[in-house]
């Protein structure tokens, strides 16, 4: 339990009695209520970092990639299955949360009214569970159509690159080609990993670290119902 939570019970009791089954319930259940209360602050503050990174990729969709590619040659352009899959992945992203956020309030309602501090405590757990991974599903999926993009702009743009130079591609050696691939998927895990972590780590920060809580909070009052 809570140190501070175990203190202000303790200072309450005389000295020598032990802590009753009421007065645990009470901590346990003021103990959830402060960690609803943090999911809820993180809920919002959830929605806005989302919103920013959607705004990032939308504008990295429509305005920054098609910038990069038409400095480098004015042939080339965004292929319209990349744009799809990209919007569909910002979507998909955005789907996941709202629907987290529309059954949680939904089963922090029900429960205000009708559920036990058990009831409670396993319904949250639970649509915190399929949030977490339906939001690892759709960060494999954008890390995907991160890799595709990367890869076909890599390769447009190599082209491109030999085209104004006036050099075939068949006529560059092997070595030249790995180093570009080297170099190449150098960038793509930098960046690629580096978003995926990030947003992993944020999802845990948010959320994740509750989900152990929660579930803590759970056995010890599964252990006093014994």
């Known amino acids: ?17 032990e802590l009753d089954e ?35 990729f939308i504008l990295d969709d ?3 990639s098609p910038l990069l590619m038409a400095g480098i040659s004015e042939n080339l352009s965004v292929p319209n299955w990349l744009l799809f899959l990209g919007v569909f992945s910002d979507a998909l992203i955005l789907f996941t949360f709202i629907y987290f956020v529309i059954k949680y309030f939904r089963v922090k309602r029900s429960c205000d009214i009708s559920c036990n501090l058990k009831e409670t405590l396993v319904k949250i757990i639970n649509t915190l569970k399929i949030y977490q991974r339906m939001f690892y599903l759709a960060l494999i999926f954008i890390s995907i159509t991160m890799i595709t993009g990367f890869i076909s702009g890599m390769y447009q743009g190599t082209l491109a690159d030999l085209e104004s130079q006036g050099i075939a591609f068949s006529e560059i050696s092997i070595r ?51």
């Open 1 to 17: 339990m809570d140190l501070k939570d175990l203190k202000k019970t303790w200072d309450k009791l005389a000295s020598g009695k």
């Open 22 to 56: 009421s007065e645990i319930r009470e901590m346990l259940g003021k103990r959830t209520k402060n960690h609803i209360e943090r999911i809820d602050r993180n809920i919002r503050l959830g929605f806005v970092v989302l919103s920013l990174l959607i705004l990032v």
């Open 62 to 64: 429509f305005l920054f």
């Open 176 to 226: 030249q080609l790995l180093v570009v691939i080297v170099i190449g998927l150098l960038f793509l895990l930098i960046t690629v990993g580096g978003i995926f972590i990030f947003l992993r780590w944020g999802f845990r920060r948010l959320y994740g670290n509750y989900i152990a809580k929660l579930k803590l909070t759970l056995k010890e009052l599964e252990e006093i119902n014994e």
